[in-house]
């Protein structure tokens, strides 16, 4: 009579693969949440340069005359420069008494972000 055995359970062998898909798996997901992480991180710092760019374009659109010349500063993280200059290219165009004024705002932060916005206004 032959003896019929039943084998309960897994082998060596399947546990052994099973382990190393859920690490590969694991590795993988460590990865993308570093990676988005990452992105979330230059996302925000890119945003605050751009409300602080945005904001020093305001203020000097909302002055009297703009004043040519160049302002520089830091805030937080960001240090920024302010260009105010007459346009050239466009008085022609500007009425009489008046002058186009270009207004750039380059902020900076971090090694490598830059982030740089024009404006013209007309003023006295």
Known sequence: MASERHQH???LV??????????????FLLRGVSTSGT?????????G????A?????????????????????SGPYRW?????TDGATQSHAPRGWKFYRISA??????????ELDT?????
């Open 9 to 11: 359970g897994f082998t």
């Open 81 to 85: 420069r302010l260009d105010v200059s």
């Open 120 to 124: 013209v206004r007309l003023g006295k």
């Open 49 to 52: 340069a751009r409300i602080l």
């Open 54 to 74: 945005r904001s020093l374009l305001d203020i000097e659109r909302a002055g009297d005359s703009p004043e040519p010349g160049t302002r520089e500063g830091e």
């Open 106 to 115: 380059e902020v900076n932060w971090g090694p490598r972000g830059r982030l």
């Open 39 to 47: 992105a979330a991180v230059t996302m925000e710092q890119h945003l």
């Open 14 to 27: 399947e546990v052994m693969c099973a382990i190393a898909i859920a690490a590969m798996a694991l590795v």
